[in-house]
């Protein structure tokens, strides 16, 4: 099995490279997880608490259940991946069946940041992408999809999005095996590392 890692900051484009890879590899053969599903479920915080949360730091991640979970895959086990709610900040009480494939994609803004979940990941792709375009597309998916207001994703950005990137996500980017600017846009980057792949499922 082969497990890769695609970070990047927020609104870097990295789901978009993950789920082109998908696509282009066959949903067959690939899995593919992301890291938004395995925050920390904070139900038993109100719910003014739960928005006072840096939800960009690491501590915010269940880093645990997100390694256990990897390494299961790795051993040709099944798992049920968590569903979050962001628009109450909580896991809700279903589940996604997950079963083993050659590939298992993961795809987050920290997974770089941490020492054991770096060290399961074969290849580690960085997705870097300037910071105003990162910054627009994430207050058009919060506000749009996840029901947030203009001035929380502002204050939200100011106050962590944009201290947790400098402290932790762009720092992470010296682990990284290949770097791939502007994220899903770069055709070239993209075909590369899916034609990498797809040598090594036919050799495995």
Do not use: C, W
């Not at 991640?61 to 390494?71: A, E, I, K, P, Q």
Request: glycine share 6%; proline share 4%; no cysteine.
């Amino acid at each position: 099995m082969l497990t890769i890692g695609i970070a990047g900051g927020t609104g870097s484009g990295k789901t978009t490279v993950a789920e082109r890879l998908v696509e282009s590899l066959g949903p067959q053969d690939v899995v593919l997880l992301s890291q938004d599903s395995y925050y920390a479920d904070n139900r038993h915080l109100s719910i003014q608490e739960r928005e006072r949360v840096n939800y960009d730091h690491p501590d915010s991640v269940d880093g645990d259940l997100l390694l256990s979970h990897l390494r299961m895959l790795r051993s040709r086990q099944a798992i049920d991946m968590p569903i979050y709610d962001f628009s109450s900040h909580t896991r809700i009480d279903e589940t996604v069946n997950i079963q083993p494939k050659s590939v298992v994609i993961l795809e987050g803004i920290l997974i770089f940041a941490d020492p054991a979940i770096r060290q399961e990941l074969d290849i580690k792709v960085f997705v870097d992408t300037d910071a105003d375009v990162r910054v627009l597309r994430r207050m058009s998916r919060d506000i749009q999809e996840r029901g947030r207001s203009f001035d929380s994703v502002f204050h939200q950005y100011l106050n962590t999005v944009k201290p947790m990137h400098d402290a932790f996500v762009e720092p992470s980017k010296r682990f990284a095996d290949l770097i791939v600017p502007e994220g899903g846009q770069n055709e070239i980057a993209i075909g590369l590392l899916a034609s990498r792949i797809q040598t090594y499922l036919k050799i495995g």
